[in-house]
């Protein structure tokens, strides 16, 4: 069986609603790929912070791959930099959001996926800019 291998100008981008500060880019998931977690870059632009929420089987993991921000994991708050991870244990509420200047991307997996593919596929297409595409690439700052 041959591996599932995608380069950044293949990823899917989305706002989960028209209007949102972040977009998640899609890199493998349970819809495409049929895998049992989605893998994803999300790309929090400045201000922007998720909504408190809580998934009730999955973990979910967030590797900070640019920027600066903070997240609350029930009552506990961290700050977040580049090469930070931070995992989220199925039940926690939590929040990231981005408390620096420019951008804030961090690569988020969930494990199992638990609806979150559809979730963010049945949101509005959207697209990648240069900055996007240079931090997805691995290309210095």
């Not at 500060?21 to 790929?33: A, G």
């Not at 993991?61 to 609350?72: I, K, M």
Request: hydrophobic share 40%; glycine share 8%.
């Amino acid at each position: 069986m041959l591996p599932f291998f995608k380069r950044p100008d293949q990823f899917e981008a989305f706002r989960i609603k028209a209007g949102e500060s972040n977009r998640l880019v899609v890199m493998f998931d349970s819809i495409k790929e049929k895998l049992d977690f989605i893998a994803c870059v999300e790309i929090f632009d400045e201000g922007g912070l998720t909504p408190p929420n809580t998934h009730k089987t999955a973990d979910e993991l967030f590797f900070v791959l640019e920027g600066e921000g903070r997240a609350r994991c029930d009552d506990s708050w961290v700050e977040l930099r580049k090469g930070d991870a931070m995992v989220v244990p199925a039940g926690a509420e939590h929040v990231v959001e981005n408390t620096g200047a420019g951008r804030l991307y961090t690569l988020t997996v969930m494990v199992p996926d638990e609806h979150f593919a559809e979730l963010i596929r049945n949101g509005v297409p959207d697209r990648l800019d240069a900055e996007d595409l240079r931090v997805l690439q691995g290309v210095g700052a």
